[in-house]
């Protein structure tokens, strides 16, 4: 029974092994230069501390809900591959439509330029 | 499991929903072809969005008679929401006729206006053909979301964007109240399809008094009166229809609302006909008060996009009537109106679209002194309408309220009939006033910049001949409307 859970182990084990043993080797045999910039905690290239009331672009919006829009149509893929076999050649031919209508807005939205950050 | 994905693969039915989805097609198609074209071309926009109205109107014209069902039930296209649908594009057609010479002159010649009318359209239609609540909620989240952009398409007015803000808030907070009602049936009947929740209320009898039932049909109710803009969910209506594009506040106030109308009657017909008694005398109450608020505060209104906006909640109010009523007149009168309210209303605010100066600030009483010598054919236009919408024979306005009224009193609704016959008295006052302003008094303007674009006037003939057809002879329409109710 337990003995199906050994891959699982044995996963852990070398993924435990890889991230402890770069962060140890890095640090004995890694060359150091330490600046300013470095050292600072990240966060995504934004400066970390600042006033909580800045305003964002609107092209962030705007790539949030692109980003929202596609990522919901995989989603709607995952049930339908599941049961695929049994939605046959119209569950396919269901799927190319929704597909297409989203491939319609992905037209779009590209010719528009809203996927151009400048 | 596998029963269900048979079952769901046996019930479909694409000729349910084959009109909405061609125009839905010729929308998609039409996004597609705008972005290859340069910005501010427009006129091919309006042949194709018209050409797929057409068409479609074709294929829910040859459907007449031949109902069909498909989706397990989800969509009904019956003659009840063919000749909904019919509406709403005659609605949409003529909004679009009106539209391209008023965005040019305002300044915002875009093309993604057309392909929204036609989703709207669309949704609109899903509404009316809808026989499960996810097909109705569906649809009308489809005609919202294209009517909260088209409401606030002016991105550089104020009020324009205040009419799509508060469109969207309310709008979706209403929506709320609508979907919590349909959890709460759902809840209690353990069913979506409308047909099966009233067989369900009916053989337990004793889940009619129960709270959630109650509570359920209410919040459902408030749904559909906040999108037909009946008091006291009307408030949003005047400022979204101020400061919306004129040709969208037509096509708001038509389309939609007998859109909004199609889903409730059905929702109230096929789930609670055992719980009529109870509906009836709920909407007796908001059908009064609907006519009374709008009739009252539209007297006081000099805007006159605004005071057009309070009759249109005053009408929602005559439509109510026919709701309460409940009897085949009543229904087939609700069809009716609709259809006929639909040409005077757009005729009216296609004049509105002449009439108005870059910005509208002009469209006010004041600004309407003289109007009707110095421009013969919109005032008589004008006259028309307005008449009409005071429901003075022959006009569409008149027959519509006729069997409205006479529904109400064949039902024993004496008093509501007499109620909505003085409502309309006290309508003649603010209507007639704007005629008074046109003809009755001194042009301070010389109406110099009222150009005549022929496709406005096309609409503005449309609606007139529609105004008198239906109004003289309604006997062929309401034959119609007659075998589409259930």
Redesign the interface.
Known sequence: MLDSYLPILTLIIIALCFSIGSVVFSRLIGEKRMTELKMSPYECGMPPVGSARERFSVKFYIIAMLFIVFDIEVVFMYPWAVMFKRLGLFGFMEMGVFILILLVGYAYVWKKGALEWE | M?DL?QNA?LN?NIAAILPSLILVCFG?GL??IN??LPRGTTRHAVWISLIGLAVTGFFVYTGWGNPQYGFNDAVAMDNFAAFFSITFLVCAALTILMSDDYLRREGYPVSEYYPLILFATAGAMWMASGTDMMTIFLGLEVMSISLYVLAGFFRGQVKSNEAGLKYFLLGAFSTGFLLYGMALIYGVSGSTRLTEIGVYLKTHASLLDNPMTLAGLVLLSTGFLFKIAAAPFHMWAPDVYEGAPTPITAFMSAGPKAAAFAAFLRVMEYCFFTLKPEWTAMLWVLAVLTMVVGNVIAIRQTNIKRMLAYSSIAHAGYVLVGMVAANEIGYSGILFYMLAYTFMNIGAFAVLVLAGKKGEDNLTLEGLSGFGFKKPFLGVAMTIFLFSLMGLPPTAGFAGKFYIFAGAIKAGYIWLAVIGVLNSAISLYYYLRVMVYMYFRDPEEDYAWVAMPGAVVVTIIIAIAGVFYLGIMPGEVMELAKQAVF
């Open positions: 596998n994905v693969l479909v998609m996004l597609l972005v290859f």
